[in-house]
């Protein structure tokens, strides 16, 4: 994996001398994006492309090449890929569709790209793919923009849709391996390359099909080990798998059975889209939760009961709280208040102020040997009533206490940015639902599970 | 319920005679909001409070007064309603907590209120109320800020958490009742309120626990009609429904019960949270959906896979296109694309551009006799890849060709924007996930049942 995701050179087949807008020029992409290497684009109706001398054919380069990216019509991409083994080219992107994703003569000409691959010892990614990702060496060759930041979030994905739209489903990429079609390179060697680099903590992976069931299973039981892997396995229903056999020419498989295997290797299994961005921001900045008992701190009690109602339905439950954590918020109540878990601490705001009940309840909840992590139910307000914002204070009681998870759910006008406040120094992560804020602390229970299982605590 | 929405005179009994942020005034944010009726404000130690003169009691005031909103101490509630049976008041909100949702003092305080409605006529609302806001009336009794915007959305909740965290649940409200412990007015009340007002198109129901459940049902069977009907039943879970008896007083009941006979008589039945404000906006802008046949139209292969599982999920169908649907997108294909439902339009967009390629192949599926509903898969890109966005383009076919709904799901890095921009003429919606798609697609296929059922098409 290392000439595609650390190449030094780089030849660009089949590049365009169109640029800007509308042109999909990967070669204008990748200067941008900052890559430092040799560019060496090859097109037979040029001479210079984006102020870089082009070649006819690879051939022409006489330059050590580690990766070609090769986005010319399905018809000539086996001989340019024998032509890549001659010129000794260690790595090869196959962009383009119209493989086994396609008809049988793409399936015939993906075979074949198979083949070369397995006699030449050429590797080759795709096809149809946008390639790779790399933030932490200023490398892409994704013709879509990209965002750049570092972040040791691993990606394997067999579509450019997690790349395009990485804010719905990672948020960012810190290194992205598009396998596509997966003639050669599949989920096996990107998952390895990625569960040996110590700059990544989470993998998550977009499968459709899977190859090499055994292997993988092997693989990822070691990996999840040291690191949380993540799987959005899409597909489950009949029509999705057809699907998937149509988009990638990947077998689907059998939902049923890898779902089994999977999760009994520790990995988390995803099944809606939309919760592999939940998955990927907790298991990466929040620490893993002992038990199922949880503390919920609310200013409003219909709240506590729908994140009750949910916390039952993802396996979780609401934490008995002991005596002193009740009677340090009795302190702050009216007399009359019924004090409990879900904890209501709006009568105590009312009384003492936003900043004073919310630290003590925090505070309170997470020295209690009885909670295993938290839920803060908290307002984001207009501008005129930010004394009810306590995302600072909560921030400033979680950094002292820093061992149990911490979830936030903010509602009104304002909750977005607030919940951006909260998040800021990576001590308490929001979510936009209270279902999402009980299915991302069920996840950190049971990668708390594995490690226990595994020793690694 | 007149007085409470519509009144023309307001008594404010235990108004506060601090303003600004911090105070919670509601008598300074009903100004604010914009109530053009008589405000006489009642406390003892004042006789003037915010330029207007303060009286001593209720009784002292000595003119016609609709509705009185008593935010005072629970001891002194019941002799403050005495008061205002005897000054001739209509209808009374009690904001403060401390009643069936506290100790068994606040029972019988609670208790005592009922009974004051039943004997003497005068119809309370709360305790433990925001009260209620109406946007075609500028008038609000709510201490927290509200936002101002005419929309055709009715509102039933049991906590201010609605009002507030309106962005959560309905977006907007334009009449809101909050009916909190419900010691008096309750969800008949309400509900034949907003059922027999001609502003409101869509009701959304928050709701803990249910006194008159006969009285309730036969009312939702009618209301259901003629607009459709959203309850979001809360306190499913066994910690669930203890919080529910503790927060507001009331018995959350039997949830599966409650399911059962609610979801015969046709109301949208919502058990998450973050599913009201999707089912509102749903419900209010789409048109129904006569059948579960859904056409997809994606720029991704793999988010049609993802697709088609949550169709699957949410009891819907991929539809099978007609020869001539697939005829017209395949004339913009490259010969060895395998074109079907979902249809995968980027290669016909690599060749003939954005606009083209999206429009034709969504005025087809319209089109198409197969076809029910169409779910839109669109690009939110960056700015200077705007040639992506088909937000203008897709209004103006659905414009033409109004019978099905489009809904759409958005990635890339501005997909919020161009939801918005999707969603500016409420032609089409767009959803946060493709789960939230399909999900709100079946719940307008379920809307068409009851109005198929009733005659009503």
Redesign the interface.
Known sequence: MKYFMEPESVALIGISRKSG??S?NLMENMIRFGFSGKIFPVNPNSTEILGRKAYPDIKAINEKIDLAVISTP?ETTLGILEDCVVAGVKAAIVVN??FA???T??KALQQGMSEIAKKDGLRILGPNTLGVINNYNDFTTSF??M?KEQVPIGLI??????F??A???SRNIGKGIDIGNACDVGFCDALKYLGEDPEIRVIAI?M?GLNQGKKFLELAEKIVKEKPVIIYK???????A???I???GSM?GNYQVYMAALKQTGVIFI????QMVHAVKTLLNLPTMKGDRVAVIT????????I??????HGL??ASLSPETIESVAKLS?E???L?N?L?I??AV?LHGTEKAYSMALEAVLKDRNVDGVVCVA?GP?N????LDVSEVLKGVREKLPDKPVAAWI???N?GEIGERFESTKKIMAY?????VSWSLSILKDRHEVLARNGKL
Chains 1, 2 share one sequence.
């Open positions: 807008p509308g999909f399905r569709q119209g994703d396609a008809d003569v793409g879509m923009p965002t994905c067999q579509s450019g849709i997690f395009v739209g804010r719905e489903f977009h459709e899409t597909g489950s229903s009949e029509r999705g057809e699907a998937a149509s988009h990638s689907a099944e809606k889209d939309g200013f409003s009690g219909a709240a506590g009961i729908m009750s109602d949910s916390l039952e339905r439950k609401i009216p009359w208040m019924p409990g879900p209501d709006w009568p009312m307002i207009e005129e009533f930010s004394f509602y009104g006008p909750s936009p639902t209270l279902d999402a």
